[in-house]
């Protein structure tokens, strides 16, 4: 198999582009999807994506993927503020990761400003919509681009 990123969206992703549209916008998951692989098949590197509004499904994706993964986009949606055995799972996997929010998490209700995966990922991309799904790839793509390193 190809090299490959892994794109996980959490609970509630699979409904973007119709769920609250002023909030997340009107871009749908699949399109994110397409988008992130077209990105990185510039560079010859194949993108593995999973949607699940269970966390325990997530785990055990990131736990067959994870390891042989060049790195990891993910969107945990509500996940991102209590998903302690999520945060654990990536910890334990150590590979380089962006979290990535499409709404700006810290202008909204109190209860989303803490976000639990923050001190086991490389960085986060909050408040730029679905573009920050696309600079969480680059910066990716960037860290395994042979050309780049």
Do not use: W
């Not at 510039?42 to 325990?56: A, K, L, M, P, R």
């Amino acid at each position: 198999m190809r090299p490959y990123i892994l794109l996980l969206n959490g609970p509630n992703l699979n409904r973007l582009g119709v769920r609250k549209p002023k909030i997340y916008g009107s871009v749908q998951l699949r399109d994110v999807i397409s988008n992130v692989s077209q990105l990185a098949e510039t560079i010859g590197v194949g993108v593995v994506d999973f949607q699940s509004n269970s966390e325990g499904a997530l785990v055990d994706f990131l736990q067959e993927k994870g390891p042989e993964s060049l790195g990891i986009i993910i969107n945990p949606g509500a996940l991102a503020h209590y998903g302690l055995s999520l945060r654990d799972c990536l910890e334990d996997l150590s590979r380089p990761t962006v979290e990535v929010h499409i709404s700006n998490v810290h202008q909204r209700e109190e209860f989303r400003h803490k976000l639990v995966l923050s001190d086991v990922v490389d960085g986060q991309v909050v408040g730029l919509g679905t573009f920050g799904y696309e600079l969480a790839a680059r910066y990716l793509l960037n860290l395994t681009d042979p050309a780049k390193n």
